[in-house]
């Protein structure tokens, strides 16, 4: 059960934009944050390290300094306890922004998301919100091994009562962690830290773009919001649909290039709820389509994703829907790049679904 939007606005809508410049995702976040704390003082930020210190990332760099230790302040090692106190704080009218500090690391706090957070507004009727956004660095391409690089997006998309989000760019970024902390839902907020500091197009042995010279990297100083439950359309095509986020995004586009097909690449950005009506127009245009994720395949986000095309656009398609996704094993240190789907994966299936018929 989810209680609507709160600010359904999407690109280019705003109150009070302001001049732009050109943004890291890191620097989008903590500017996203920035706005929020100062226009709205139940605003709170909390998490392990993310006060004096600014983050393990430093997402959060000089938001103590600028607002006090009453509002950004350090937890204990201890995600069950932060989230939970999370949810104390949301019953009680604040809207906690609270730091996970690695995706793995969010199992000790299984139960007060999905037992607490998710369910309060339900089995309160109403009377209780949890106005909560839990932010969760994922995803791998950084040599981080099995407990720094899981993308557990589809557990969270599982459960009734949240909403689960993950930008791949910086102007999204914003704009959407700002509509998270002004929903009244529990808004699982996933950040793919390999894109944190640029795009990244599956070519790890290539120099890194900066976000400073993409389009997408010069984002608004001020408040605007990018609307829960809105796909974009990343790149326009004709030939298949791409649906696919977060890192994936470029990688798709990268294999569309390499491949000369004229993919639709649909960044979801909102995983749950979903922009259903968007992909069912692209996959009834182009009618073939591929699904592709960092996260394990078996049971992962793809798997509902495949589902939903097959029911809604059964009788448009002229090629079984392909999937690439991460292998059912432990995220490998060693053979990162193996377990990475990158652009010959992608354009692989790219190019068996144009064969079929």
Known sequence: MLAPTRSPRGRGDSDDIGKTRPMTMIQALR??????LERDANVVVFGQDVGYFGGVFRCTEGLQAKYGTPRV????ISEGGIVGAAVGMAAYGLRPVVEI???DYF??????????AARLRYRSAGDFTAPITVR????GGIYGGQTHSQSPEA???HVCGLRTVMPSNPYDAKGLLIASIENDDPVIFLEPKRLYNGPFDGHHDRPIVPWSKHPLGEVPEGHYTVALESAAVFRPGNDLTVLTYGTMV???EAAANETGIDAEIIDLRSLWPLDLDTIVASVKKTRRCIVV?????TSGLGAELLSLVQEHCFYHLEARIERVAGWDTPYPHGLEWVYFPGPARVGAAMQRAMAAS
């Open 101 to 103: 500090q690695f995706a």
């Open 155 to 157: 557990l969270f998309t």
């Open 73 to 76: 302040f350090d937890a204990p």
């Open 250 to 252: 470029f990688v798709s």
């Open 31 to 36: 500017s996203a944050m920035d706005v929020m």
């Open 107 to 116: 199992y000790p706090a299984s139960d007060q998301i999905v037992s607490e």
């Open 136 to 139: 969760m660095p994922c995803g």
């Open 293 to 297: 994720h960092e996260a394990t395949r």
